[in-house]
């Protein structure tokens, strides 16, 4: 019979060694799968707001267009002028490779096909100027479609928000309205002593929305300006935002709300406005591009070090195995030291007789049996002494 206690401790050191590496797996694992669920979910984020970025950018120049061509088109010039030819190109190319991703398809197709019916509009400046504004409306439209659909407008990082606040309503709201203002300035002019008031009112909406428009754009990219961890932001804004604000301020000047426009001021402002919106427009549109390439490069980090640290995890958690499976001798090998005791009792005879030496198969020196013909030696005296002769 063989008993021993070093398979029971074998078997709770290996349950203790299991229940540890769960307890340790499980959580490594969760966590590695939420953050790399994060990280997908705000790449894809970022991703969709730089498309937004790239539509934004083939989207700026047709507000410059629509004022140039509205502003013809009251001169009497029917042809399409070639700034809205291009700037069409441009978005329709944009929308052609990003539309369905944003949405935007079908806004862009009816605002396209309106631009292709504008040289056929007749009537008087009245009417033309309508048309304009309406298409005109569309496209601000179209800004806010992009924003949405983007979710610019979502974004918790306050410099891109304030960034994209400016560009995609303040700067084209603005520009819209300084060249109606402008043209209600001639048309005004122009018009019979009856339509006037009519007019008048409508400049004076325009003129509105102008100084407002401004005063936002400026605020905006100031708080812009003290959020951001640009350094390039400040330097690269002031002198485009001075330029825009110039050309707004002279077109306003040459509106000349209570008198008589002054027709070469509008012109010169209108030219001024245009190229200083085109450099905003895309110094604004580099720098969140910029942004949320950092952002890409960040969740890129992320996505690394979460690999890193689940394959420590994983090899921690072999080696702590490895260690535990190695630390576990067989049961009665040596280096067991008490655990691995035999602690059987041994019979070298026959079986069912004692063993030599031993009485009923112990093996103390205190229970010896005398050998036949042999007295007990208790008194230390040789052994083996002889009977009396009484006896022989």
């Not at 009497?76 to 069409?88: D, F, K, N």
């Not at 520009?175 to 400049?203: G, W």
């Not at 402002?269 to 942004?291: F, Y």
Request: hydrophobic share 40%.
């Amino acid at each position: 019979m063989s008993v021993s206690v070093n398979s029971r401790r074998a078997r709770l050191r290996s349950a203790l060694a299991v229940a540890l590496t769960v307890l340790v797996a499980l959580p490594t694992a969760a966590l590695f799968l939420r953050v790399r669920s994060d990280v997908s979910a705000d790449r894809a984020d970022t991703e969709l707001k730089q498309q937004g970025v790239t539509y934004l950018v083939a989207l700026a120049p047709l507000i410059s267009a629509l004022a140039d061509s509205q502003s013809q088109a009251l001169q009497g010039v029917t042809a399409e002028p070639a700034s809205l030819t291009s700037a069409v190109a441009r978005v329709q190319e944009a929308d052609g490779n990003l539309g369905a991703t944003l949405g935007t398809t079908n806004r862009w197709n009816g605002i396209k096909e309106k631009i292709t019916n504008l040289p056929a509009v007749t009537g008087n400046s009245q009417q033309i100027f309508q048309a304009h504004v309406e298409v005109g409306d569309l496209a601000l439209a179209l800004y806010t479609e992009v924003r949405k659909n983007s979710k610019l407008n979502m974004d918790p990082q306050q410099d891109i928000w304030y960034l994209q606040e400016t560009i995609t309503v303040n700067m084209p709201r603005t520009v819209t309205a300084v060249s109606r203002m402008s043209d209600l300035a001639n048309m005004h002019e122009a018009a019979a002593r009856a339509q006037k008031p009519a007019l008048q009112v409508q400049l004076g909406v325009e003129l509105d929305e102008v100084q407002s428009g401004v005063a936002e754009l400026t605020e905006n990219l100031q708080a812009a300006a003290d959020v951001t961890d640009s350094a390039s932001l400040a330097g690269n804004t002031l002198n485009n935002l001075d330029s825009f604000r110039r050309g707004v301020e002279a077109a306003v000047r040459g509106a000349n709300f209570n008198g008589s426009p002054d027709v070469s001021t509008l012109v010169t402002a209108q030219s001024t406005l245009s190229t200083a919106l085109n450099a905003l427009t895309t110094v604004l549109l580099k720098e969140i591009q910029a942004l949320l390439d950092t952002r890409s490069d960040d969740l890129s980090y992320r996505q690394i070090e979460s690999w890193v640290l689940i394959t420590v995890a994983v090899l921690l958690i072999l080696l702590a195995a490895f260690w535990t499976r190695s630390g576990t001798a067989p049961a009665g090998q040596p280096g067991d030291g008490a655990a691995g005791r035999d602690i059987s009792v041994h019979n070298d005879g026959p079986p069912g007789t004692p063993g030599p030496g031993t009485y009923g198969g112990s093996s103390s020196p205190y229970d010896q049996v005398p050998g036949y013909g042999e007295a007990p030696n208790y008194g230390g005296g040789a052994a083996g002494r002889e009977r009396s002769g009484a006896l022989r």
